[in-house]
């Protein structure tokens, strides 16, 4: 009885974590534009625009939901659930700190990897149920783009499972809890030396970008050219789902690369690790995705493609043999 | 091959560039504005609605010579005038400005040779009926004397 | 990427890139017929935005209807009033001091680099960037910042009149141009770094919307849409009006008929203009801006004139019918972007829509000018 509330209490944090994060970042995104582009970002309502989050969910949920008159309304009610749901659950697997997580599942990298693809569903269904050629387009150019970035992304995280020996999560962050060069990301001691970790912590990169519909690699929400893109017809909270579901994968993205490349909760000096450490080196990661949203155009959707199949893929599983190779000689 | 590689490693580096021109950019002061907490002052060239100048008895230059009214492109002026008995210049008796189509571009300003109207700074006019924009230039010169 | 497309008839969609869009600059709607992701056939459609500035041109006496050429290209506007200017002058027989010919070309291409700075960002923003907007926006605030002290506005300036200026410049205002220069010349190198020499960027516009001078010469385009294909005509250069001919710049001309070439020989002449503008700066000379006898009535004889001028968008041309009278028989504006426009539909066949709006960006657009 105590072990399932524990567990019930566990996971309604989980998800709390998620909203919250997809709340505030929104606000951090708007506030890291504001500073790239000179200007200050929102800082009216509350101090520090702290209070614009809730006044923008407030506002979302007072608008009208309209559905379009020919939209499959089964389809067009599901697709922004499909979208948020997989993004929260994923967050039961995650570890903030040696004790601080929901549940430690033995394999739990593979579940986040399965949630995050369920997401692509909800796209397509937002897309082919507005009735709308615009959002039919651009769920195809995003879900084509989904089902390519996922490859090199499993690919990569394949590399950590060949070097840390297992796929659970904690267990992962636990082999490099010594100093910065225990990190997978320059692995200088520990137990392999492997210098191609800084490409696998690139293409991961990459990758979690280009999986959540994020700048560079925006083409399902391009506003130059499809104004809004699959999420054309949805208004209020529906809009709303969407948008919290992307940030909550962003969240989930950089928490897998900070697990898996940065040492998770470890310190680079090996002093005092804890969920500090974590926080601070995911929201680096965060602000990073953030800064190179505001800099770069968009790219084509071939020059997406492109780069996927031509280059990270390749790249990947070359990584992947060489990784093998070096384990099976050192 | 090697073409394959170098577009690859010259492309990341570009990117690599233009991350560190915003990062310097991050760090420059801000440049707007804020509004309507804080408020530009206007230049003295700036051109508002037009104002009626008055002489030092606090009556209107203007003589009514209707070059403001033939200048206008946009018809946004009219004005009565009459002589009073027993004086040789005509007497302004009123200055209708129509504001909803001037087009601010100081013909009218130009055209007076008498020194009788001038550009006002204003700037944040908002209303939400047509007849507020009607102006009275010379209702509003009176209320400014007082 | 101009791959010719083979057109199944069940199998094309119309998508309707209305009048309301992000990306058409203001209103212009675009039927496309579309495979797919690719355009079979397009037609553009203006007139959304005619506001009557010829039948306004036939009503208005001369002097009145100087003020209507503001507001046809707003972003470039001064270089719209000079042609006028220069037409009804011509007509009329008024001469212009020599300094108003100098404070009216300082005026035109610092008006020229604050449209183009406009195209820049709103260009980039088009393709996703949505950065260099707001740095291309604050390095023109300068400038308006300017032409604001002198003229009294920032974007429709009314200031040039027949026979001169309305204003003089003062000492401050020479200072804060010498001052821009290098400002300016810092500016560009940060577009270069972040904007041209990006992969991404690259990738879109290197061999990408190929405009060849052959379709060129058939649509009448100028300005970055020729000189990007190779033709070399400008027309301060072919047919010099004003104080050109005393000033020193280049014309910047790419053969690569690609979106790449528009955009550098925009950038380019971004560079040029600052150079005109330092050498006018140093060729000033004092004198009165309007003539001692500066006409009130207007009234040329009658007869057919013509003026082309290179504005920010192209070829302006005005041609003036007069019979004598105070109003002109007929007074027809040639838009230079409604030549550049008409071609995007034989352009952009073969073509993925995002390619096709990068193109469209390229031809720097500015609606209300095409619809006059």
């Not at chain 1, 084509?144 to 995280?157: G, H, K």
């Not at chain 2, 010379?138 to 004397?145: Q, T, V």
């Not at chain 3, 056939?41 to 306004?56: D, F, L, N, Q, S």
Request: charged share 20%; hydrophobic share 45%.
């Amino acid at each position: 009885m105590i072990l399932t509330l524990t567990i019930l209490l566990a996971v309604i944090i989980a998800i709390a974590w998620a909203a919250f994060n997809a709340a505030y970042l929104v606000l951090a995104e708007r506030r890291g534009a504001g500073v790239i582009q000179r200007r200050p970002g929102p800082n009216i309502n509350g101090p520090f625009g702290l209070l614009q989050p809730p006044l923008d969910g407030i506002k979302l949920m007072a608008k009208q939901l309209i559905i379009p008159a020919g939209a499959d309304r089964f389809m067009y009610i599901s697709a922004p659930v499909l979208v948020m749901c997989p993004a929260i659950m994923s967050f039961v697997a995650l570890p903030y700190s040696d004790w601080l997580q929901a549940q430690n599942i033995d394999v739990g990298l593979l579940m986040v990897f399965a949630f995050a693809s369920m997401g692509t569903m909800g796209t397509i269904f937002a897309g082919w149920s507005s009735h709308n050629k615009y959002s039919l387009m651009a769920a195809m150019r995003s879900v084509s783009q989904a089902v390519a970035y996922e490859i090199p992304m499993i690919l990569t995280a394949l590399t950590i499972t060949l070097m840390a020996g297992t796929t659970n999560l904690n267990a992962i962050v636990a082999q490099q809890s010594e100093n910065f060069f225990h990190w997978n990301i320059f692995p200088l001691f520990g137990e392999t030396h492997n210098i191609l970790m800084p490409f696998s912590f690139l293409i991961f990169f990459i990758c979690s970008m280009a999986e959540t519909n994020r700048a560079p690699f925006d083409l399902g929400e391009a506003e130059g050219e499809l104004v809004a893109g699959f999420h054309i017809e949805y208004g209020s909270m529906g809009f709303g789902l969407f948008f919290m579901g992307e940030y909550a994968n962003i969240v989930i993205g950089a928490t897998l690369a900070t697990i898996f490349f940065l040492g998770g909760w470890s310190c680079p000096f090996g002093l005092f690790p804890g969920v500090w450490w974590f926080l601070i080196k995911l929201y680096a990661i965060i602000f990073t995705i953030i800064w190179i949203r505001w800099t770069f155009p968009r790219t084509t959707i071939y020059g997406l493609l492109n780069l996927s199949w031509k280059i990270l893929i390749p790249a990947s599983l070359v990584n992947l043999l060489l990784t093998a190779g070096l384990m099976k000689v050192f | 091959m090697i073409n394959y590689f170098r577009e690859i490693f010259s492309g990341l580096w570009s990117l690599f560039v233009g991350m560190k021109v915003t990062f310097i950019e991050a760090f420059s002061p801000k440049v707007t504005v804020h509004y309507p907490y804080e408020t530009l002052k206007m230049c003295d060239a700036y051109r508002g609605h037009i104002e009626l100048i008055e002489n030092e008895e606090g009556e209107p230059n203007c003589v009514c010579c209707m070059s403001c009214v033939r200048a206008c492109p946009s018809g946004c002026i009219s004005l009565t005038g009459e002589k009073p008995e027993g004086g040789k210049k005509k007497v302004l008796t009123s200055y209708h400005l129509d504001f909803t189509r001037c087009s601010l571009c100081s013909a009218c300003v130009e055209a007076c040779n008498f020194n009788a109207i001038e550009h006002s700074k204003e700037y944040n006019l908002a209303s939400r009926n047509k007849e507020d924009f009607h102006f009275d230039l010379l209702a509003r010169l009176r209320e400014r004397n007082q | 990427m101009n791959q010719p497309v083979e057109l199944q008839p069940d199998e094309t969609f119309v998508l309707n890139v209305g009048p309301q869009h992000p990306a058409t600059h203001g209103v212009l709607r675009v039927k496309m017929e579309m495979n797919g992701e690719y355009i079979v056939h397009a037609e553009t459609v203006v007139g959304y935005i005619h506001r009557m500035h010829e039948k306004m041109g036939e009503v208005k006496p001369y002097p009145q209807f100087l003020m209507n050429l503001s507001r046809l290209d707003y972003l470039g506007a001064m270089g719209y009033s000079h042609c006028h200017a220069l037409c009804v002058e011509k007509a009329a027989g008024i001469e212009v001091p020599k300094r108003a010919e100098y404070i009216r070309v300082l005026m035109v291409e610092l008006n020229r680099v604050s449209s183009h700075l406009v195209w820049l960002g709103a260009f980039i923003m088009d393709l996703g960037g949505f950065t260099p907007l707001l740095y291309t926006f604050q390095a023109r605030e300068h400038i308006l910042d300017m032409m604001e002290r002198i003229t009294g506005a920032r974007l429709t300036y009314c200031y040039i009149r027949f026979g001169g200026v309305s204003r003089d410049i003062d000492d401050q205002f020479i200072q804060s141009a010498r001052d821009f220069m290098p400002y300016m010349r810092k500016e560009l190198i940060k577009y270069h770094k972040l904007i041209t020499g990006n992969i991404i960027f690259k990738k879109r516009m290197v061999g990408m919307g190929h405009i060849s001078p052959e379709m060129c010469r058939k649509y009448g385009a100028s300005s970055g849409v020729a000189r990007g294909a190779g033709i070399n005509f400008d027309v301060r250069r072919n047919e010099p009006y004003s104080v050109y001919p005393e000033l020193e710049f280049e014309v910047p001309v790419y053969d690569g008929c690609d979106n790449m070439s528009r955009y550098m020989v925009r950038m380019e002449e971004i560079e040029q203009s600052l150079r005109i503008v330092e050498h006018a700066l140093d060729q000033l000379p004092d004198g009165p801006v309007m003539p001692k006898k500066a006409p009130k009535i207007i009234k040329p004889p009658a007869g057919d004139y013509y003026q082309a001028t290179e504005t920010a968008r192209g070829t302006f041309g005005v041609r003036l019918v007069s019979d004598g009278s105070q109003t002109p028989y007929r007074m027809k504006l040639r838009s230079p972007t409604y030549s550049n426009m008409h071609l995007f539909d034989e352009a952009c066949r073969g073509l993925m829509i995002m390619d096709a709006m990068a193109m469209m960006g390229t031809l720097d657009l500015v609606i209300p000018e095409i619809d006059r």
